[in-house]
């Protein structure tokens, strides 16, 4: 265990009021915004949003970018540091072990962390590979107290209206919550009991870069966000984890149905070979 927070009060917060604003704008710690997702997910795209200016390294075949790049920016009044971090699973466990050190690192700074995991919507489902990265993040990490942290989630990249609609109505943080639990007790390898707060829905739109489309929502999403102290493990991960879950759910998606009760669908993604997936149906 490496506790990166040792002089700090336990479960020590930054409630998003102005008597705070003194500590976040001229103060150590600073506020940090972290998203956590796999290569291409959109990371990077989004942060800019918020006001950084990161490129995408993505490139098939190729990996991300190998380094953490941090941004501070002015958000409604607040100084706040944009922090963009690598992917975790690629093709070989070199690069993604590369990768889980990396990340674990990104905790070394003096900061109060808001924490986001950005997937990849695919007709509906939420990929093996960003399942396995979600449960292997949320072990590694929580408050200095030992209590759970709270993520947001970004769903991005979702294709048409018909799609969102059904995303909205069903794809609430408590029936992840639900499903991911349910998941969890397939596996024993990986844990998914992550504690979510929000979830935020973005619809696909070629225009969203030049015209800065998402601005608002994501500063919304980020200022309803307590910050909080964090301590962090070494973050471990291999190919297998994903190969596992595959294995677990092989023939049959977790789903989401309106009652909120989970059940068993046969469904498959046709983007995803040999995937395990959670779908929002």
């Known amino acids: 265990m490496v506790d990166l927070n040792e002089r700090v009060v336990a479960n020590e917060v930054i409630p998003n009021t102005v008597a705070n604003r003194s500590i976040m704008l ?20 989004l942060l800019s949003q918020l006001g950084g200016r990161f490129v995408s390294r993505f490139a098939m075949l190729e990996g991300v970018t190998k380094i ?17 971090t690598p992917g975790l699973y690629e093709y070989d466990d070199k690069s993604t072990k ?40 949320n072990e590694a990490i929580c408050q200095v107290d030992g209590s759970k942290v709270e993520f947001g989630i970004i769903i991005n990249k979702i294709r048409g209206d018909a799609e969102f609609y059904e995303y909205k109505q ?27 707060k929000s979830v935020l829905l973005l619809k696909y739109d070629e225009n969203a870069v030049e015209h800065n489309l998402f601005h608002e929502r994501l500063v919304s999403e980020v200022m309803n966000h ?26 049959i998606l977790i789903g989401i149905v309106s009652s909120g009760v989970v059940a068993g669908i046969a469904l498959k993604c046709a983007p995803i070979a040999a995937a395990a997936v959670l779908a929002i149906i």
């Open 170 to 196: 069903r794809a609430t943080p408590e029936t992840l919550e639900h499903s991911l639990g349910k998941l969890g007790e397939r596996t024993k390898a990986l844990s998914f009991k992550i504690k979510i």
């Open 226 to 251: 307590t910050a909080v102290r964090v301590k962090v493990k070494a973050i471990h991960a291999v190919s297998n984890d994903i190969n596992l879950l595959w294995k677990i759910t092989e023939g």
């Open 68 to 84: 953490v790049e941090e941004n501070e920016v002015d958000i409604e009044g607040q100084r706040i540091v944009l922090v963009d």
């Open 98 to 137: 590369a990768n889980c050190k990396i990340l674990t690192k990104a905790f070394k700074k003096d900061y109060y962390y808001k924490l986001f995991f950005v997937v990849e919507s695919c007709s509906r489902v939420i990929s093996p590979e960003d399942l396995a990265l979600m449960a292997r993040v």
């Open 26 to 45: 001229n103060k150590q710690p600073k506020v940090a915004v972290m998203f956590f997702g796999n290569m291409g997910v959109g990371k990077s795209m």
